[in-house]
């Protein structure tokens, strides 16, 4: 049985059923939900992802050793911030101006989107990760640890502890943890950069995270 066995994830779209997938098949407890009631969403998960339990957003986090961040990212204020306060949560949303529009706090090259997710989330610990890969290849590409070719996950983030957390999660979901450094440092992950959509092993992901030093 993982440590830290039960997630919340907010999003319950593409990405968000993947990893609900991913961590029941791994074993771990999930309470999934979309932006409303969990009426709106009990069907779906209950077909795409039976045993997870579809509920609402501050229901979902009031339950979790860990909180994963999988909806839009221009989203963001709606999360309930306050009831985040103490978590370990993992921003796995990008950028993306088709969704989020072109006019947008985000397009600052200069600070990296979980920066401000952090800001907003006060009393929360943000890590970023499970934000480049694409959520088909989360799907096809998670295998048990050891397995030659076996696909990486980066994570950034600034507390050690919280960052081996993660990486004990991304294992656990089929892929070979690389912690690239602080959260600041996730912007390699963003859209525009080499990382987005990387689906490649820990060495290549590790060589083209050291391209991109600053
Ligand atoms: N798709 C990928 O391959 C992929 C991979 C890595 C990262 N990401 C990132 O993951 C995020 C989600 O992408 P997606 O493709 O899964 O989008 P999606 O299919 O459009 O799903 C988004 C989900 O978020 C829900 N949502 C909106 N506001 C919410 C809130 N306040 N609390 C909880 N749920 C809320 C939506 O619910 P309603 O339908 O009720 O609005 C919907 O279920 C994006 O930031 C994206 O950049 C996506």
């Given at each position: 049985m993982p440590a830290n066995k039960t997630l919340a994830i907010l999003g319950a779209g593409k990405l968000g059923v993947v990893l609900t997938q991913l961590a029941l098949r791994a074993g771990y407890d999930v309470y999934i939900a979309g932006s409303g009631s969990a009426d709106k969403i009990a069907l779906s998960i209950q077909v795409l992802t039976p045993g997870a339990i579809a509920t609402t957003a501050e229901d979902a986090v009031a339950h979790a050793d860990i909180v994963i961040l999988a909806l839009?990212?221009?989203?963001?204020?709606?999360?309930?911030a306050d009831k985040l306060r103490g978590k370990l949560v993992i921003d796995a949303m990008n950028y993306w101006w088709e969704v989020?529009?072109?006019?947008?706090?985000?397009?600052?090259?200069?600070?990296?989107s979980s920066e401000i997710v952090q800001d907003y989330l006060v009393g929360a610990r943000v890590v970023k990760a499970l934000?480049?890969?694409g959520y088909h290849h989360l799907l096809d590409e998670s295998r048990p640890a050891?397995?030659?070719g076996r696909k990486a996950i980066a994570i950034a983030g600034d507390n050690d502890t919280d960052n081996q957390t993660v990486a004990a999660l991304v294992n656990n979901l089929g892929f070979d943890p690389v912690i690239?450094?602080?959260?600041?440092?996730?912007?390699?992950?963003?859209?525009?950069?080499?990382?987005?959509g990387a689906h490649v092993d820990k060495k290549s992901l590790l060589t083209i995270a050291a391209k991109n030093e600053d």
């Open positions: 839009p990212l221009g989203k963001y204020r709606t999360i309930p989020d529009g072109r006019e947008s706090e985000f397009a600052d090259p200069m600070t990296s934000s480049h890969m050891g397995t030659p690239i450094g602080p959260l600041a440092r996730g912007k390699i992950l963003e859209p525009g950069h080499e990382l987005f």
